[in-house]
């Protein structure tokens, strides 16, 4: 097993000499455009001894405590997933930012419950809306749950049935040409067109 020390995306290794299993703390990863993401490669041949890994093109990730604390909560707001960010202040969206600009965050299916503080495990019954938000300002983040006419929980945005469509939600809901906005893209929001 070759252990990473952050999670990569990486060109697949030639199939003809390797027999590979790429994975991320052990879960076994898909093809993701043209990379495999890991932090584990499981790799066998019987050709060669000898592995080079080439990254390709995307992100390197790396856990950082200080942002994962921030979404602790004691609240009933207890994840999300399919998270995705937008500058409220001028609409760029990029890393490294000199400040931390106001943000809006949203998320998928998202869990609302209580849980265990000893344990840190869900309590039942818990609630699956669609999506939920939250405000970054400054040092903290505000998680917001949409509640119906009578106090459900329900999601703030509804998917019209013309653009649920099966597989991976992120292939699904992303288009990186935001010069032409696509009508159901999330990223195709144009936050200075507003």
């Known amino acids: 097993m070759i252990?990473?020390?952050k999670i990569y995306p990486i060109q697949p290794l030639d199939e003809s000499i390797y027999h590979v299993t790429y994975m991320i703390n052990g879960d076994t990863q898909s093809m993701m455009g043209d990379v495999y993401y890991a932090n584990q490669l499981l790799v066998s041949s019987k050709k060669t001894d000898e592995v080079n890994i080439i990254c390709g093109h995307g992100y390197v990730a790396e856990k950082a405590d200080e942002w994962s604390n921030k979404f602790i909560t004691d609240g009933i707001w207890q994840g999300g997933d399919g998270i995705f960010s937008?500058?409220?202040?001028d609409g760029k969206d990029h890393f490294d930012q000199e400040k931390q600009k106001k943000t809006l965050l949203v998320f998928g299916d998202s869990f609302i419950g209580r849980f265990d503080p000893k344990t840190e495990k869900?309590?039942?019954p818990y609630l699956m809306?669609?999506?939920t938000l939250a405000y970054i300002?400054?040092?903290t983040i505000?998680?917001?749950v949409n509640r119906g006419d009578l106090e459900d929980v329900t999601g703030y945005y509804e998917l019209p049935k013309r653009y649920d469509v099966k597989g991976h939600i992120a292939r699904n809901l992303v288009t990186y040409e935001p010069q032409?906005?696509?009508e159901g893209f999330i990223s195709g929001y144009d936050a200075?067109?507003?």
């Open 142 to 144: 505000d998680f917001k």
């Open 137 to 139: 300002d400054g040092e």
């Open 129 to 131: 809306p669609n999506n």
């Open 192 to 194: 200075t067109n507003t």
């Open 86 to 89: 937008f500058n409220l202040e």
């Open 3 to 5: 252990i990473l020390d």
């Open 122 to 124: 869900r309590l039942e």
């Open 180 to 182: 032409k906005p696509l």
